[in-house]
């Protein structure tokens, strides 16, 4: 019997042991498996910070300016750390809106453009030179909340362009002009609302175009181009032409990326005039048309005065105009740039509201008008009329208009079938 009772109490034991033995190895495999996982969330951690970095990283160089080489200023710089900011080097800067005047002749346009000369590019140097914007607002013009009320195209100058940015009080005017080109004028600044911005409180625009009178004449008569004088029949005509875009029309064919049916190709033509007929100081006679109208898209003003042309001279007739504000898709002549100036930006709206209550003056620029009409006449129509009479520009186009169709685009009409329901990009930012 005792015999047995030891046995029970080994075989007890033995059982005890095993079962320990057993728990013993699962904690230590589960300890084992538990850190197995915690090192690779710790490495998982790793791994997404430093992607969060290369992002942020990323994101920073894309907001940088294209045309500069930043991986060299960046190495230059090597570990060189920001100075501490100090309160006293902070400088108020307030909404406000400036007057500039600008030859477009030698330029690529208004907007800046990577390689290229243009307009704004010369106006952040200046800028930058003489304090009025930050290193971070000439790298980037976003930050300094900068918006032009029109984007001109290659070659187009503008009389009155208004631009709207967060700039210092008590600016020198005088010594910014001095580090600009004689081809680009800052003639006003006024202080505007904080919302204020100079595209969106735009109400209308107006455009002008100048141009040798001897675009209207008949292509069939032999004219010479020094001695032309245009008859006040033929400006009638040309009038006439005019006063039929005015109103809400459909204009997809007087640009590019748009479709009939695309709502933003609809705009509203206040009023198109035609001047009478002047002499320039070269002693050629030369004509200028005007259009105001909301707003306007790409190339849409040199298509329109374009087309009207070449009904003019009798290459078509009026019935094309017809057809071109309806859904056919027609081949139209475009008009070239030099003649295009955009005159005025209307901001009558903004006026009535703000320019009477005692803090912001209306954008009328009275003042400065003396100093524009002058920058006008010796700077923006003088190039206009020595460019024409030297390079003939608008006589080289006049014979390019008999290649035009004036008639449906037939290799676009299948591409145009099958894309009239895809939504086109906006183009309302690309004006004249």
Same mark, same amino acid.
Request: net charge neutral.
């Given at each position: ?27 230590? #495999?589960? %300890?084992? $498996? ?8 710790? !490495?998982?951690?790793?791994?997404? =910070? /430093? ?117 210092? #009080?008590? %600016?020198? $005017? ?8 004689? !081809?680009?004028?800052?003639?006003? =600044? /006024? ?242």
């Amino acid at each position: 019997m005792e015999t047995l009772e030891r046995l029970k109490l080994l075989d007890h034991h033995i059982l005890t042991t095993a079962r320990y033995k057993s728990f013993t190895a699962a904690m230590s #495999e589960a %300890l084992e $498996i538990l850190e197995q996982q915690q090192e690779q969330r710790k !490495q998982e951690k790793e791994v997404a =910070i /430093e992607t969060t970095k290369e992002m942020k990283k990323l994101k920073r160089n894309l907001k940088r300016r294209k045309w500069v080489d930043w991986k060299t200023e960046d190495e230059e710089k090597g570990d060189e750390k920001r100075a501490a900011f100090n309160p006293a080097d902070r400088v108020k800067r307030k909404k406000t809106a400036i007057l500039l005047s600008y030859s477009g002749a030698n330029y690529f346009g208004m907007q800046r453009n990577p390689g290229m000369a243009t307009i704004e590019e010369e106006l952040f140097k200046a800028m930058h030179k003489n304090k009025w914007i930050t290193d971070e607002s000439y790298e980037q013009a976003q930050s300094c909340m900068f918006q032009r009320a029109a984007r001109t195209d290659k070659g187009v100058s503008a009389a009155r362009q208004v631009c709207s940015m967060k700039l210092p #009080e008590d %600016l020198d $005017i005088d010594a910014l002009n001095k580090d600009l080109p004689d !081809q680009i004028r800052l003639f006003g =600044i /006024e202080r505007v609302t904080k919302g204020f911005n100079a595209k969106d409180q735009c109400n209308a625009r107006t455009y002008t175009y100048t141009m040798p009178s001897i675009a209207f004449a008949d292509f069939n008569e032999k004219s010479e181009y020094e001695k032309f004088r245009l008859s006040p029949e033929r400006v009638k005509k040309a009038q006439g032409v005019l006063q039929l875009f005015e109103g809400t029309k459909n204009f997809h064919n007087f640009t590019s990326r748009k479709n009939f049916l695309d709502p933003s190709a609809k705009r509203f033509i206040m009023s198109f005039t035609c001047s009478e007929p002047f002499v320039s100081p070269q002693g050629v006679e030369f004509i200028t048309v005007k259009v105001k109208g909301q707003s306007f898209m790409l190339h849409q003003i040199r298509k329109m005065v374009g087309l009207t042309i070449a009904i003019v001279r009798g290459h078509t007739d009026v019935a094309t105009l017809d057809r071109a504000l309806t859904e056919e898709r027609l081949d139209l002549p475009m008009a070239p740039g030099l003649g295009l100036v955009l005159d005025t930006v209307h901001y009558e709206r903004y006026n009535e509201r703000y320019g009477q209550d005692g803090i912001h003056n209306p954008l009328t620029w009275e003042k400065q008008e003396p100093e524009v009409k002058n920058f006008i006449e010796t700077k923006i129509f003088e190039t206009i009329y020595r460019t024409e009479c030297e390079q003939k520009p608008l006589l080289e186009w006049l014979e390019t208009l008999p290649l035009h169709s004036y008639d449906a685009r037939k290799e676009e009409a299948s591409a145009a079938a099958a894309n009239a329901d895809k939504p086109n990009k906006n183009d309302d930012d690309n004006e004249e």
